[in-house]
């Protein structure tokens, strides 16, 4: 009888002051009381068992089960055996409010006796029956002690209402237990104060899912969802990253005048790479945005030859201007020769060309290949046509196919697109000669090539011209005062049938003139 009790319970029962009596497992006979459950006292009208000696519990006889709140109208109490771990049941709690009967206990009006043993019994719904306790007389007797310890017995799995259970003599009902909201079976500490450990946790778990609805409100607020990157957002407060930029939620703060953060990025923050980011001035660049860096680079400054202030004016090759000093401010006003460039007015001097009357005239200069306005003295430039002549022709003779032969592979002053010149063009280096001369009576032109378009094509003088020996040529050329081949060819009929000829310019007499495929005359090329 002593061997069948752990220590753990022997010092359990010290704790509670239960009788040495109940320790040693004997019955206790409480007459014309009711039994103490959890929320519910049983009727306990049935005639009361003895406790057995064995360890194992009574039968329960006629306990019904209690429904909506309703407690068992228990029989006759089971038998307990002496010192026992095992729970007998008494009835089931209701599934709104209802209770379960703590333990074994019986009902003790009829004569029952109740065994305060190892058991204890957890209420549904988060209420702890004590087990083990009863009452003297219906109020206000000398109650029971409760026995805390051993096994913990399992109550209905009903939900709900608190449930009192008198632990004293002072005849009044415990104040209610507190309802526990969780998942799974509810759980109650018996025996030792404190929470449940995690085995007795699993133990109780394992015996069936939690049916009873949560009672009482959530009391707790709920966390806000936080913004994934690229979603809208108005504060950083939003946002999983905690970053809003652009009405974005961003990866960082992206905050710089060069970065830039958008749902196309999906919230990342990238460098907007040639992006003005600072507008520039008259004497400053624009800052441009860079891929490496978020903030803005400082302008810089123009160079001093980066025109300012009001318009340039011309006096001749002349202009009047302001120029940037190179630390980004506009300088004073100053004259400035334009050299071989030609001055505009408003945009002063120009400082690059595309054509030969983009450079300056009293100088013969022209436009040279590289865009830049130069002199050879083995070009020369027509101010009036801007043509650019081959200055000193080529003092062979030539038939008219050996002539384009020649220009098209010559290279001069850095060119080699020369070519033959058409009459037309060939016809501007008459000089002193004026019926031949461009716009004279002489009425062939490269669009009227017949023979019948020379008929007023008549020579002036032979050399009588104002150029070298008399010659009808411009002055500032060289080479033989004689004829010289134009590209112009047509369809001669002068000797009686078709044969093709060439126009040619002499300068002997200044005129105008045919010549024959067979012929020999000069060459001047042109560009």
């Known amino acids: ?227 994934a990157l690229g979603a809208s957002c108005s504060v950083g407060s939003e946002c999983s990253k905690g970053f809003c930029a652009g009405g974005v939620c961003c990866d960082r703060s992206c905050t710089g005048a060069c970065e830039k953060c958008s749902a196309a990025t999906n919230g990342l923050c990238t460098y907007t790479k040639g992006t003005v980011c600072s507008a520039g001035t008259e004497c400053l660049s624009a800052a441009v945005c860079s891929d490496s860096s978020g903030s803005c680079p400082a302008p810089v400054p123009k160079s001093t030859t980066t025109l300012c202030g009001t318009a340039p004016t011309c006096a001749g090759n002349t202009q009047s201007a302001s120029y940037c000093d190179g630390a980004g401010n506009c300088g004073l006003r100053t004259n400035k020769a334009c050299g071989l460039y030609t001055c505009v007015s408003g945009t002063g001097c120009r400082t690059s060309c595309t054509t030969n009357a983009d450079c300056i005239s009293s100088t013969s200069a022209f436009c040279g290949p590289s865009g830049t306005c130069t002199t050879n003295s083995a070009c020369w430039r027509d101010i009036t046509t801007n043509l650019l002549w081959q200055r000193d022709s080529d003092p062979n003779y030539h038939h008219p196919a050996d002539a384009q032969t020649y220009c098209s592979g010559l290279t001069l002053c850095g060119f080699s697109d020369w070519y033959v010149p058409d009459i037309d063009q060939l016809r501007t280096l008459i000089s002193w000669c004026p019926a031949n001369q461009t716009g004279g009576a002489c009425g062939v032109t490269d669009s009227c090539l017949l023979d019948s378009c020379g008929d007023n094509c008549i020579d002036c003088d032979y050399m009588a011209g104002q150029g070298t020996d008399g010659c009808y040529q411009t002055p500032e050329l060289t080479g033989p005062c004689a004829a010289y081949w134009s590209s112009s060819s047509y369809t001669s009929y002068l000797y009686g049938y078709a044969t093709t000829r060439y126009r040619v310019a002499g300068f002997t007499g200044g005129g105008v003139g045919a010549a024959d495929p067979t012929d020999s005359s000069y060459v001047r090329c042109i560009r």
């Open 1 to 227: 009888m002593f061997t069948d009790r752990t220590p753990v319970s022997w010092f359990l029962c010290l704790l509670s002051l239960v009788s040495l009596a109940s320790c040693f497992g004997k019955p206790i006979k409480i007459k014309g009381s009711d039994a103490a459950v959890a929320g519910q006292q049983s009727d306990g009208r049935g005639a009361g068992g003895e406790a057995g000696p064995g360890d194992g519990p009574g039968p329960v006889a006629d306990s019904k089960i209690a429904t909506d709140g309703l407690s068992s109208n228990g029989g006759a109490g089971g038998n307990s055996g002496t010192g026992g771990s095992n729970v007998g049941l008494g009835g089931s709690g209701g599934s709104a409010g209802g209770s379960s009967v703590a333990g074994d206990n019986g009902g003790a009006d009829g004569g029952g006796s109740t065994n305060v043993g190892d058991v204890a019994g957890i209420a549904g719904g988060g209420s702890t029956a004590i087990g083990g306790i009863s009452t003297s007389g219906a109020v206000g007797g000398s109650g029971g002690v409760a026995q805390t310890g051993g096994s913990t017995g399992m109550g209905g799995s009903g939900r709900g209402g608190s449930t009192t259970a008198d632990a004293g003599d002072d005849g009044k009902p415990d104040a209610p237990s507190p309802v526990v909201d969780g998942a799974g079976p509810d759980v109650s500490s018996v025996g030792v104060d404190g929470p449940v450990d995690s085995a007795t946790r699993d133990s109780l778990t394992a015996m069936g899912p939690d049916l009873a609805p949560d009672v009482g409100p959530d009391l707790a607020p709920d966390l806000p969802t936080l913004k």
